[in-house]
């Protein structure tokens, strides 16, 4: 049982780091001086591979039988799972689709991205991050896949900072002040913007970017 666990939190492990070396910038430029067409199809590429590596990962930990060691009262495993679906899918609204699956990309449309800070943004500075730790910590787990969760959270957590970093470089002051204001995962009282503030931010951030 050891050896799977160990194999469960490995590949975890792996694909973590090896999702974070394909989304570095550094990857991109070397790929984009020795292939034309990889500044368009970069992010399209991205996407995919980024689900195609999921496999292993979920392999090993869904073929791990164990009983449970958190059970969770339905009365908060399903409202929390609600509300981390119901989040994700009302955050789409702020985001565009074509973009950040690749394909404008693909088309040769290639825009600065522009910060976005949606009500949730306003919160927490990853809401995404902190709805799929809402829904993986508010389910039963055994030991295969609560080995899984800690270390899908402590990547969630490095890689926040790894992508704050890109964030900076490219909106400057602006994202910096954000960060001072918005807790990264987990709301605070006091700490979150209101929507002049989210406005005013965007409206630096794309004088940075421009």
């Not at 689900?51 to 059970?71: A, F, M, N, S």
């Not at 009262?73 to 679906?85: K, M």
């Not at 994700?88 to 950040?100: A, E, I, K, Q």
């Amino acid at each position: 049982m050891i050896t799977e666990l160990f194999f469960i939190a490995l590949a975890w492990t792996f694909y973590g780091v090896l999702h974070s070396w394909l989304a570095s910038s550094t990857l991109k430029r070397r790929a984009a001086t020795r292939w034309s067409f990889a500044p368009r199809a970069w992010r399209l590429l991205y996407n995919l591979l980024a689900v195609l590596l999921l496999v292993p990962p979920l392999w090993l930990t869904w073929r791990h039988d164990g009983p449970i060691v958190i059970d969770w009262s339905p009365w908060l495993a399903w409202p929390a799972a609600i509300a981390a679906v119901a989040g994700y899918l009302w955050s789409l609204r702020w985001y565009d689709g074509m973009d950040f699956l690749g394909l404008r990309h693909l088309s040769g449309q290639q825009n600065h991205d522009p910060l976005i800070l949606s009500p949730m943004h306003r919160y927490v500075r990853h809401p995404w991050y902190s709805l799929g730790m809402l829904y993986l910590w508010t389910r039963d787990l055994n030991a295969g896949w609560l080995t899984a969760v800690v270390v899908i959270t402590v990547y969630l957590i490095v890689g926040a900072r790894l992508e704050e970093q890109k964030l900076i470089a490219a909106f400057g002051d602006a994202y910096k002040l954000y960060r001072k204001r918005v807790p990264c995962l987990i709301p605070w009282p006091g700490r979150r913007l209101s929507a002049d503030e989210a406005s005013a931010l965007e409206a630096l951030a794309a004088r940075q970017n421009g």
